[in-house]
């Protein structure tokens, strides 16, 4: 039997590989063509009646699951708005992922902008299914901030000498950019390397270039910042007051981006019938194994952005001989198996952080502007989440034509700002105020305190983002 045969009998094309796996099965017991084509055709005609025979389950688990043509819902999944004005782009890709025949419920934060799929900001629960475009290609960037323990942490930056230690610090313990690696004596060591990374052939091969990227930064957006968070409240076991704290935003550099391009293509390739503004909102179903697979590359992802924060840190508070009073960390770019309304969803969010109640985050502005140390609310209708950020009013090309370093120093110079390194695009103006954006979202989060950012490492010009 051919493929063309399969498509025409009702295969769909996502489908053929286990019409063949089961072909060959049979070939091999010495079925004939006529038996092949008798029970393929009984297993098109009721696949639910063939999934507890175990040579039958792999084609009829896949026509279940994977149906043969897109059926667009009656109606779109509700989803809630927050923020007025947000960009016209990302509030149409809202609506794209609404109309998913496996969307539940959504939500767009305040610092929305067009992204891939699902836009930056976008909140997405489904039922039973992972969307890779939803998580993002940057799987399981976050936010960590470290206090430490340094006595009149005003006054210490206020000194050039320990601003020149600080500084030293930050330029010997932080590397940005798409290369950016740790070699020989240097690289970084942490327990994620020993994670059963060969579970999985496209986390096998990645291994290796991981643990070379262990501790270091991506580019774009991301940073690392030396800076005075002032304490409103207390949190974390901290009296309110002013403290010297590190912040940094990185994710799972180039292996969480090729784990991110192999399960989005595949996704596509099982769902070919979905329109071209669907394409890449294509989901993997937890119910087969390619939904498994991804899931347990996401959490590895996840786990391995974290080292790389945790890395930084240490390093950074090693370096400096700094003890470390507490730490705050969230991501964002991941989905979770949650409980909303009694029922057991996947909760994907893209650029937004999770906000449930008492939960603890990090909203970060710019490179002059504050971040915010955040406790979560629990809002139901977000999806018990927040923004993940400022969130940018202009693409990185307008950014690089309107503005100039000029400028942008003069801002920095007012705010107290010194900056190591960045590229002209993540200048403060092509960002939204990180304030309006806070005052969006006051049902979502409470402010704890306010971080001042006085030293400031991005990528250099010349990188290529990939936030």
Known sequence: MKGNELLEMGIPRAVVPEAFRLIRQMAGRGAGVDEMRRVIAGVIESPRAFTADPELRPLAEGLLARPKTFEPREAPAPFRIWGEG???????????????????????????????????????ATENAVIPYAVGVDIACRMRMS??????AEQALASPVVRDRLRAALESETRFGVGARFDGELRRDHPVMEAD????????????????????SGSGNHFAELGLLELARPAEGLAPGTYLALLSHSGSRGTGATVASHYSKLARELHPDLPD??????????????????????????????????????????????????????HHNFAWKEEHEGHELIVHRKGATPA?????????GTMADPAFLVSGLGEP???????????????????????????????LDERGVELLSADLDEVPMAYKDIREVM?????????????????????????????
Do not use: C
């Not at 960009?87 to 959504?106: I, T």
């Not at 206090?147 to 009149?152: A, P, Q, R, S, T």
């Not at 449930?356 to 970060?364: A, D, K, S």
């Not at 950014?399 to 003069?410: G, I, Y």
């Open 197 to 216: 990374w060969k579970a999985l052939p496209v986390t096998a091969k990645l291994r290796d270039l991981a643990w070379k990227q262990l501790g270091t």
């Open 439 to 467: 005052a969006a979202q006051t049902d979502l989060v409470e402010v704890l305190g306010t971080f001042h950012p006085r030293l400031v490492k991005m990528a250099p010009a010349g990188e290529r983002a990939e936030d």
């Open 277 to 330: 503004d669907l394409r890449n909102l294509a989901w993997l179903s937890l119910d087969l194994a390619e939904g498994q697979e991804y899931w347990h590359a996401m959490n590895l992802m996840g786990e391995y952005a974290a080292a790389n924060h945790e890395r930084i840190h240490h390093h950074v508070a090693k370096a400096l001989g700094f003890e470390v009073l507490a730490v705050v960390e969230n």
């Open 356 to 364: 449930g109640p008492g939960v603890l985050g990090v909203i970060p």
């Open 86 to 124: 947000l960009e016209p782009g990302s509030v149409r890709q809202m609506r794209n992922a609404a109309d998913l025949p496996v969307a539940v419920r959504g939500a767009l934060m305040p610092d929305a902008h067009q992204g891939y799929g699902l836009p930056i900001g976008g909140v997405l």
């Open 381 to 411: 209708e977000s999806l018990r989440s927040a923004s993940h950020g400022a969130g940018r009013r202009m693409s990185r090309n307008e950014a690089r034509r309107r503005f100039t370093w000029e400028e942008a120093r003069a801002l």
């Open 147 to 152: 206090v430490f323990g340094l006595e009149d």
